[in-house]
């Protein structure tokens, strides 16, 4: 049964920082590529970051320079270290892993087989 536990989620001011942890089982953790995915309310769900199997990392334009995304792959984890956060990155943030491309209104695009709970965070000014 594969499982992936999201963590450190929580209420920060306007410039703080918080790091984001997902913790999984179930699945051989190291031949997965994994992601940080956001969802605020109305909104629809959005990419934040992604690492593949190798460490090569990308990132939502909106967070680059903010946000790093890694990965230990001895502890199973993947973790989203969150940096000169803004009201706007207030959101529920999901972990996803097992990543597959699938065409979407004729678009490629990447998908996730796996996901966590999601972790809310909310920044106040």
């Known amino acids: 049964q594969v499982q992936l536990v999201e963590s450190g989620g929580g209420l920060v001011q306007a410039g703080g920082s918080l790091r984001l942890s997902c913790a999984t089982s179930?699945?051989?953790?190291?031949?997965?590529?994994m992601a940080w995915y956001r969802q605020a309310p109305g909104d629809q769900r959005e990419l934040v970051a992604a690492?593949?199997?190798?460490?090569?990392?990308n990132y939502a334009s909106s967070v680059k320079g903010r946000f790093t995304i890694s990965r230990d792959n001895a502890k199973n984890a993947v973790y989203l270290q969150m940096n000169s956060l803004k009201l706007e990155d207030t959101a529920v943030y999901y972990c996803?892993?097992?990543?597959?491309?699938?065409?979407?209104?004729?678009?490629?695009?990447?998908?996730?087989?796996?996901w966590g709970q999601g972790t809310q965070v909310t920044v106040s000014s």
């Open positions: 996803a892993a097992d990543r597959y491309r699938t065409i979407r209104r004729g678009v490629i695009i990447d998908e996730y087989h796996y």
């Open positions: 179930g699945i051989i953790f190291r031949t997965n590529d």
């Open positions: 690492i593949n199997r190798a460490g090569s990392t």
